[in-house]
């Protein structure tokens, strides 16, 4: 660059500058085309405004690059966590078959649990009510025996210490909670009572009237144990037959 100060030598004229002006538009021209290294006559405050524009433009550079070094890498931060979000969503919905299949393991495992304590608990009561209905069985044996020691003369001292045995036997039934049925003049219940016997020609009873029990029934709790072997009446066919005949007014026969 060549600076020709005319000043110094009484010239007015302004200053010239090839080199610099020529150097500095060939690099940053609009057009990218190299410009002739002809001869630019600028003032110095034109220079001093192009030096600022120039270095301003340098400084819009560099902090150009920068911004667009940011930005970059949070164009890759946010590639990067578009990418965790997709693994979080995958990892979110693993998770959510996993909870359910847990659900449904824990659902059906409490099912089970259910199930075998129903299952466990029927059994019991099976086994109960099985042992119960033996038991039942030796205490009619026990009041038959009871009551043909009654029978027997010169046997007090064995019926007594046979009813304290008989009373404890009632007592243990009591406390698992057997019961006898009453069934005397009960109406018959085929849920609760078994005809072993009809008597017919029981007009003066109403019919399936429980005339006799053959052998006792028994409740344990509310839930028939054994049923009750009985008797049951029945009326004469005659009264039957009576009972479905109707005479009417018009002295006609309606069956």
Known sequence: MMYMSRREKGDSRPMMFEDFFDTFT???????RKRSSENIAITKKEYQTLKAKAEKYEGLVEEHKKVKTWNDQLMKDLDDMKEDGRKFRELEEEKEKFLRSLLQIRADFDNYKKRQERENSNYKQYVLESFLKR???HYDDLIRALNL?????????ITKGFEIIVKNFEKLME?????PMDSD???FDPYKHEAL????????LPENTIVEVLDKGYFLNNKVLRPAKVKISK????????????INQDNKIKI
């Open 175 to 179: 406390e698992e909670g057997v019961r």
């Open 149 to 157: 020691l009654k029978m027997l003369e010169g046997a007090d001292g």
């Open 197 to 204: 016997v009809v008597e017919e020609g029981r007009d003066d």
């Open 235 to 246: 009326k004469s066919q005659l009264q039957n037959l009576n009972k479905k005949i109707e």
């Open 26 to 32: 060939n690099e940053r021209g609009s057009n990218g």
């Open 185 to 187: 003049g009960q109406k």
């Open 135 to 137: 038991l039942v069985c």
